[in-house]
């Protein structure tokens, strides 16, 4: 393309023509260290690739951050392939990267997978191995740096949650010495009877966190004792360490969290258990009363006295009814006895002499005809009052 004072060109079509030269020089593999990066939720992966003299901004699309096994993060040395080009809007040469992995670590890396697999073969990530974390541990083991702000996110989080005792064992948590350090650290904390264990450093870079991937650092993290949470870099980091733990946490603040509970939440629990408990107490207490009195009146029933009184009351009862009972039955007797004396009265011979008629004997037989006396005889006739002695002076049939 020609250009001169007289025939210039557009900024974009240089733009373009920078793009399409870069585009010749082809795939490239470059090596650097990560200056910034960022992920939005796009997906995309935005970095800078930096060494002594230059800075290359890059940008991975992500279709392809999406087959990336670590998070690109800053102070990474990394080596990337991908090609060169020109973001048209910024007139910025960037690397269009589709591939990076952390620099010098190609055979590290495959050791480390090899190691992982070999642990979980020998069930040292197994789920079932791991234990329960205490629900108010009495005192805290540290197994960290005492000169790194992991400790002190710890200490700080602890106090502010719920003061307890904390054990720190001070020990190198990078560089050569630091496996060693570590295993150290945790045999002397489990010694010193500690409940629960912190074990772990800050964010750094992928090189930063290789001793918590050293087999005798898990290795003793699976044995320990004491229920270890473990807490290496940050969220996007995943250590050996954190799968060989009882528990893991994204980060030293968060492993402080899950070593004590929330004092503010438990002021608040037991506030309302002892609201709870002191209204079922007042219910119990309130049917005990009730209970208390039914058994008063139960005893006071049974008191002899109260006997006494019951019986006393229930012969009153049996007077007064063997009393109704009995005028009523002598008025029943006495109705019975007048009918029956009217009913005599009326049967009664007396009663016929009252009529006027007599009762006549013979001696002891009674006369009842003429043909049973003869003239001469004497008879008595029975008047209704008195008695007459008649001579039978003749008879008519």
Not at 122 to 138: H, I, Y
Not at 178 to 197: E, F, H, K, Y
């Amino acid at each position: 393309m020609v250009s001169s004072r007289e025939q210039p060109i557009g900024v974009a079509e240089l733009v373009r023509l920078a793009g399409r030269t870069l585009d010749g020089v082809g795939l490239v593999w470059l090596e650097g260290e990560v200056s910034q990066a960022s992920r939005p939720a796009s997906g995309h992966i935005y970095f800078a690739l930096r060494d002594r003299d230059a800075v290359l901004p890059a940008v991975m699309w992500g279709r392809d951050a999406v087959r990336m096994r670590f998070a690109i993060a800053p102070g990474q040395r990394l080596r990337v392939r991908g090609r060169l080009g020109v973001y048209d809007r910024d007139g910025k040469m960037q690397l269009y990267a589709d591939f990076a992995e952390p620099a010098g670590l190609g055979a590290e890396a495959l050791a480390l997978e090899q190691l992982k697999h070999k642990l979980a073969a020998d069930g040292v990530f197994a789920p079932e191995r791991k234990r329960p974390l205490p629900r108010f541990p009495r005192r805290i083991g540290v197994v960290t740096s005492k000169h790194g702000a992991a400790v002190h996110d710890i200490i700080r989080t602890v106090q502010r949650r719920l003061s307890t005792p904390i054990l720190i064992a001070d020990v190198a948590v990078q560089g050569p010495n630091a496996p060693a350090q570590i295993v150290q650290g945790l045999a002397m904390v489990a010694r010193a009877g500690v409940d629960v264990v912190i074990v772990g450093r800050g964010g750094g870079a992928v090189t930063d966190l290789k001793a918590f991937d050293h087999e005798r650092v898990v290795r003793t993290i699976a044995r320990c004792p004491i229920p270890v949470i473990s807490a290496v870099g940050h969220e996007v980091d995943l250590s050996l360490s954190d799968l060989a733990a009882d528990a893991r946490a994204s980060t030293p603040t968060a492993a402080a969290e899950l070593a004590v509970p929330d004092g503010a939440t438990l002021s608040d629990l037991l506030g309302k258990e002892r609201k709870r408990l002191d209204r079922e107490l007042a219910h119990l207490l309130a049917r005990a009363r009730q209970d208390l009195d039914r058994c008063a009146s139960r005893l006071a029933s049974a008191h002899p006295r109260a006997k006494l009184a019951q019986h006393r009351q229930a012969l009153d009862g049996l007077l007064s009814r063997l009393h109704v009972a009995w005028r009523a039955g002598a008025e029943r007797a006495r109705g019975e006895l007048a009918r029956t004396g009217a009913q005599l009265h009326a049967l009664s011979p007396l009663a016929v002499l009252d009529r006027g008629y007599a009762v006549v004997r013979a001696g002891d037989v009674v006369v009842r005809e003429a043909t049973q006396v003869s003239p001469g005889d004497h008879l008595h006739v029975r008047l209704a009052r008195g008695e007459l002695v008649v001579v039978v002076e003749g008879t008519e049939s």
